[in-house]
C-alpha cells in the first residue's frame, strides 16, 4: 500500500501516519519526493482494506493499493491452470471446449426434451435450463422451480447431458443441488455473499456470472468468496457488461478472457446470448470467444423462440445451433481445443 | 407496443404477426409507412414482456414498447406524493426534511452511543448503523449480525431515534424486522427479488437503495416487487451509479431526485457517502439533494474515521455534520421542508 | 511515480529499471516487499508520460502515477480562486452568480432579440446563441454562422448583454472573435487539441465544456492546453457525462463541483439542459449546482420551444425562466452568491 | 415517427399536434390505445430531428424514432457490401484481410524503417505511423508533423507499403493528403464535423475511428458526414469504448462487427492496441476479432516499446508481431479471409 501525502504536510502529520501505520502491523518507509512524500506500507495488505481509513488522517491526500486483494483465486498463489470436474470424464479447463446450452427458461417437458437432444445431436456437453428466474418485473414468468427441476433431471436422463441451472435464494440451495450438476449464479448475485458463502460448502461446480457493472477485481473477489468457503470448483462466466451503448443488450467484453487468463487459474465461459440480445450476433461472438481462447460457452437456444416465456429475441433455433457448431468446431481447432 | 417490421417484410410476414398479436389478447393496428410498415399493439401491456419475443419471427426488426411497466409505482396509477410513517409521529414524504445518520458499520457499544447523541443533538432524526455488512472481500470485517442490531436498540432506547439498517439475506428478515424501524436493502440487492418479496409481506418501512447499473425503471421495478406483495411503506434511495469517472467512488445521479419525482409517488431520499466516497464532498452534496427536493438524506457519520472498519473515507466527524446540518436547514428552508 | 515490479522479477531487471529511470532524469528508490518491489521515481513527473512506457520493461507489472499532470490548472500552483473578467464589470468566480441563457441556436432577428429581452428581464447575465453548430446528423440544420453573430451582436447592442458563442473550426476563431464575449468550446471539441491552442492565444474567456467521456482529470489537462498557451481566462463547464441511463439525456455529474473545487482554482458553470434533455428537470438542477457552490450557469431558454431548430424539449419558456430565477435567488443567496 | 401522447390529454392537444405534423409534411395516424394515444407520423424522418420538439407540445409525452437517421451508409440503401481501394491493386472489404502495423508516432528515420520492413515481413499490407499527434498533455510529444510525413513517405519507397496517418486539424487535410494514402481520423475527432467535411471532398480512403462515447448510430452519422460530402472510400474502426472497466485502457466493443455489419455496408477495421492499452492482450483480441468477421486489423508495433515516446506498452515487439501473425493466418483462413 502507497500512501501520498499531501504538499505541504507538517512533519507531526507524517509521523502520525506512521504510527498508525506500525500499529496496524506494516513497516513505513517514506520517500521523499520534490513535491511531496509517499510512504510504502511494506507488509501483506490483502483482505487489510482497514488501510483505506488512513485517507481519513491530517495530512494524507490518498491511499493506493499495491497488491491484488485476492489470494485463492490468483495465479500468483496457483500459477498452474485449474481444471473443474463437471461430472466423471467431463472437464473443463483443459483442452476441451465445454459448450452449454438450452433455453432460457425450462417451460414445459416438451420443449426441454426436444432442446435436449437437438443440442447434444450438435455436440453440446452441458444442458443448461432455468427453474428459478430472477425476472426484472414482478408480472413476468417466474419459472417453474421444482417442477423446472424434475423436468431438467427428466432431460438429463434421456440424454446423458449433465445440467447446470441457477440458484437465486440461499435457501433454495440445497433444493437445487439435489439436481443440479453445475450451480449457476447469474449477474444478478454476483455480490449476493451469503448465497456464495452457501455454494462454498458445496461439493459441486459454479458457474459464478459477473455482474453487469462488476470490475474483474470485484469479479475475482466474488470467486474468493466461494473459494475460502472450501469449495474450489468456480467457473466464471463472462455475460456483457453495462454500457452506454443500446445496440446490444449488453457489451460483452471479450478482453476479459486475456484478462482473467493472466490474474487467474479458474477456468472461463461466455454468455454471447445475454451479452448481446440478439440470435442473429450470436453465432461471430461464439466465433471470436473461442479465438481469443475461452474454456467454454453457454448459449441460449429454444425450439420455439417467438413463443418463448422469456428472451425469445437472443435464442438460437436447433438449426441456427447446429449451424454455429459446425462453424466453431474449426475455430476451436485452431485455438487449440476440441470441441 | 410498436413493433417495426423490416423494410421488404411480405405480406404474409405481417398476417402473422397480427394474427400473434391477437393470440396474446391485443389489437392490432397498421401504420402503412413509406419505408416500412409498423403496427401498434393495443392493449395493456405492462408487466407481459413476452410480447418481446415478437422479435424472433420473420419480418420483424424490432418490438418498442410504450408503456412503463410499473403500476403500483406510478405518478399515473397514484399521482399524490406518498408519505411513509417510519415511527408514530415521523413521516418521510412530507414537508418534513428526514435526515438519517451515522457509522458504515456498528463497532461497539461507545462507538455507536456516542454516534447516536452526537447526531441527534446536530439534529438527525433516524440513526444508520450496518450489523450485516456485504463486503466486496471476504476477509474483511463482515459486521457485528445480531449483537450489531442489540447495540443499535440500545442507541434508540438512550436517545429516542428510530434506526435504519440493512439485511442481505432472505434468511435473516424475521431477525432484522425484530430490531429494525426501518429495513435497508443495499445496493447490491436491488434485483435480489427473493429478499425483495419478503420484506413486501412486512408492515415495516422499506428503504430501497439504487444499484450501481440499475436504470430509473428497473429501480421502479424493484420497487413494484415490494408493493406488489403489500408492503407500500417504500423509500426510494440514490446512492451513485457506475460510471468511468475515478475521481468519485460513484457518480451521484442527482437529476434522478426530478425524474423519480415525475414517474412516482415514492419518497425519494439520497446517500452523498456512498456516492462520492470522500468526507469532503458530502456537505455540499447534501446542499445540493436538498436544493433538487430529496425528501430526505442518509449520511455517513463517525467519530473517528481513520479508525473505521469499513468506510472511513466517506464518514463525516460529528464536528463536520454538525457544520453540514446547521447549513442544511437555511437550504432545506428555501426549499420548502423545514429540517 | 510509482513502478511496481512482478513477484518473481530478477535482480537484474530491477537494476535495468533503475538505469532506465536514472536516464530519464529521476531518482529511484526501492521498496523491498514482502511479495513484490517496488520503486519510487522521485522527480517531477508532470507532462513526463514516457516515464509509462517502463511498462513495457521485463519484470515490471505496472506503473503508478503519483502527481496530477497539470501544474497551470492546479490549486497546488495557484491556491486562491480565480475570477474571470468577461467584459468591465462583470466577473465570474466572485461573489456573483453568473447565469448565461438563450437559445441553443440562433434562428431569426426576432428569436434572438425577444429571447434576449426577456432573459435580461428575468436577471440574466450573459445571452447565450450559437452561430455555428455541431449536429450529429449532416442534415439537421447547421447554424446561420455569420449571419447568426451578427444578430448577437445586435442583441448585445439593444440590451447590453455579453455574448457566448460557439466555435468548431480553428480556421473560425478569428471570426468568432470579432463577435463574441466569450469563446465557447463544446462537449465534442473538449479534446480538439487545434482548437484549444488557438483560443489559449487570444485575450478572451474560453468556456470549456466537458465532453461526455472525459474524465475530470481529462478535462482538466485540456484546460492546461488552455492555460500554457498564454491565456488564463478560462471557465469550465460540466453539461452531463454519459453513462447508462436513458432517462436523462446525459447524467449531471453534480459531485464534479466540489471535486473540480479542490483540484483547480478555476471558476465553474453548469449547463442543465444539455445535461437532462427535459426542460422540466432544469430548474431543479440549477438550484441544486448553486446549493452545490458552481460560479455560474448556462441555460437554454426559447421562445417557442415546439418549434425550435434545435433542442427545443430541454429549452425552457421565457415564463418558465422566470420562475425558475425567482426562486434561484433565493438559493443563491443561502450559498452565499447575489444574483 | 412515434409520438407518445400523456394519460388525459386532451382532444385539443392531440388536434395540435396533428395539425403540427401535417405543417412539418407529415400524414399522421393516430392509434386510440387503452391508456393512452399514440400517433403515427407516416414520412422519410431521416434527417428531420425537427420533429423531436413536439415533445415541447402539450400532452405530449415523448416522440419515438423509427427509421435510422443515415442513409447513404445503411444497408438499406446498398445492400451489397462496399470494397474501399486503398492504392491499386489492395482493397479492404473483399476476401483479403488487411492488416496496418506501425508505430504509435513516428520518432525517427531509423525506428519508422525498421519497423515498416519488419511488419511487410511479417506479412503486414499498410504502414501507420502518427505524425500530428492528439494527446492528453500540452507537455507530452506531440508528433513530428511534416517531418514525420516524409519519413512514412521514405518507408512507403523502400517497401512499397501504402500509408495510414492521423489529421487533426482541418487546415492541414491538403498537408497530410499530400503523404498519405488513407486519411485516419482519431477517436477524439469522430464528432469533428468541420475536419468530416472537409475529408468528404478528397478522393482519399478515410479510416474513421469510433469515439470513446460514441453510440453505433452516431458513428455510422459521422460517416454520413463524409459520405454526404461526396467521398464513398470510407473504412470504420472500432477501437474500444469507455467503460467503468480499467482493467484494460477501453472496452473493444467486438460485438460491433456484427451490429456494423448487419447495419452499414461498409468495412470495419479493429483497433486491439488502444482498446486494451496492453500488449500482452493485443494477440488473443486480433484472433477474436478476425473470427468475429472484421475486414482489417490496426496494430501498434515499435522496435523498442520502452523507449517509445508514446503507448509504449501496448506496443508489440516485431517478433511478437510476427508470433500473432503466423496464428492469425489460420484464424483468418477459418474465417474465410486470406492474409
Known amino acids: ?32 519526493g520534490e513535491i511531496r512524500n509517499v510512504i510504502g506500507a511494506v507488509g501483506d495488505e490483502r483482505g487489510k482494506s482497514i488501510l483505506q481509513s488512513l485517507e481519513s488522517m491530517p495530512g494524507v491526500e490518498n491511499v493506493v493499493p499495491i497488491l491484488k486483494p485476492y489470494k485463492l483465486a490468483s495465479r500468483e498463489v496457483k500459477p498452474e491452470p485449474t481444471t473443474v470436474t463437471i461430472v466423471p470424464g467431463l472437464e473443463i479447463g483443459g483442452n476441451r471446449l465445454i459448450v452449454m446450452a438450452g433455453p432460457c427458461s425450462v417451460e414445459s417437458e416438451q420443449q426441454i426434451l426436444e432442446t435436449a437432444r437437438a443440442i447434444k445431436s450438435a455436440g453440446a456437453t452441458v444442458l443448461r435450463g432455468g427453474a428459478f428466474k430472477p425476472r426484472t418485473s414482478p408480472y413476468s414468468f417466474q419459472g417453474m422451480e421444482e417442477d423446472g427441476l424434475k423436468l431438467l433431471a427428466m432431460a438429463r436422463e434421456q440424454t446423458g447431458l449433465p445440467i447446470v441451472t441457477e440458484v437465486v435464494n440461499p435457501r433454495d440451495v440445497e433444493l437445487v443441488a439435489r439436481y443440479a450438476d453445475i450451480m449457476q449464479v447469474g449477474a444478478r ?30 469479479f475475482l473477489m466474488s470467486a474468493e468468496y466461494i473459494l475460502s468457503e472450501g469449495n474450489r470448483r468456480v467457473i466464471l462466466c463472462e455475460r456483457g457488461i453495462r454500457t452506454f451503448e443500446t445496440a446490444t443488450r449488453n457489451t460483452l467484453d471479450i478482453s476479459a478472457i486475456p484478462v482473467l487468463r493472466e490474474q487467474t487459474h479458474l477456468p472461463i465461459v461466455i454468455d454471447p446470448s445475454h451479452a448481446t440480445g440478439h440470435a442473429s450476433l450470436v453465432p ?56
Chains 1, 2, 3, 4 share one sequence.
Open 1 to 32: 500500500m502507497i500512501i501520498v501525502m499531501r504538499k505541504g504536510a507538517s512533519k507531526e502529520e507524517l509521523a502520525e501516519v506512521k504510527k498508525r501505520i506500525k500499529e496496524l502491523g506494516y513497516k513505513s518507509h517514506v520517500i521523499h
Open 189 to 218: 448475485n454476483v455480490q449476493n455473499f451469503a448465497l456464495l458463502k452457501m455454494l462454498g460448502q458445496l461439493d459441486k461446480p459454479v458457474l459464478l456470472k459477473r455482474g453487469m457493472a462488476t470490475t474483474i477485481q470485484e
Open 284 to 339: 461471430s461472438m461464439c466465433f471470436a470467444s473461442v479465438a481469443a481462447g475461452c474454456d467454454g460457452l453457454i448459449v441460449e437456444v429454444h425450439p420455439h423462440p417467438e413463443t418463448a416465456a422469456s428472451d425469445g429475441p437472443q435464442s438460437l433455433r436447433p438449426a441456427e445451433f447446429q449451424t454455429m457448431m459446425n462453424k466453431l468446431a474449426e475455430f476451436a481447432k485452431v485455438a487449440g481445443k476440441e470441441l
